[in-house]
């Protein structure tokens, strides 16, 4: 718990229609990680997730409309950024994030810009079948080479990011699908920051529905595809930049 007291460090948790889940994961961050910032952004929720979440005492960021992940954690690296934070960790509002493991993903910022809270590493046994898992497996090992080092779970949503990682993301994190998991990657590892990844056991989620079929799973490969072929070819943003102002 020493480099959470030593970091101010803001769990970000974006939430569409996660009124069910919320009081849940809330009261578990309050009990487990107490001192610690929590930001939820409602990401244009109908079911009144905004109000509940507000009945916790914890900071709310309403968007007037769905933006996806991507876009409710733009909105929250760059509320971490005006706020002075120097550690944000997204934490699904679904339940199937444990909080507990936040210590952990904030203790690896020590050597890394962006740590994640990786599924397939040695501490889970959580399993993925199918098409989904065939593109999990490719999207590694394309990420892992141009990362230059050993990525299991590059679609974990699960993950903590220091200072160069706030300031990177709050300018330029991706809202497009998937965007928020493979193409954040490559903006990091081509900006220069260095990613790394810790074991973590991942939750059924408390409420709602996963999105399990096999159909869904075949989309879902095509388009994690499509995804990490559209990030490779972009130039990064950043060093566009840096040539500008050169």
Known sequence: MASLQDRRVLIVLPAWNEAESLPAILTEIRSHLPGVSALVV???STDGTSALARQFDVEVLDLPFNLGVGGAMRA???YALAEGFDAVVQVDADGQHDPRDVPM???G??????VIGARFAERDAYEVRGPRRW??????????RLARTRLTDTTSGFRASGPRAIRLFAAHYPAEYLGDTIESLVIAVRSGLTVKQVGVAMRVRS???PSQHPVKAAVYLLRACLALGISLTRRSQIAVETEVAA
């Open 207 to 209: 409420a709602g529905r």
């Open 135 to 144: 593109a999990m497996k490719v999207l590694a090992g394309v990420l892992s």
């Open 105 to 107: 993903l904030v203790e």
């Open 42 to 44: 409602n990401d244009g």
């Open 76 to 78: 929250g690296f760059r």
């Open 109 to 114: 910022l020590e050597q890394a810009d962006v």
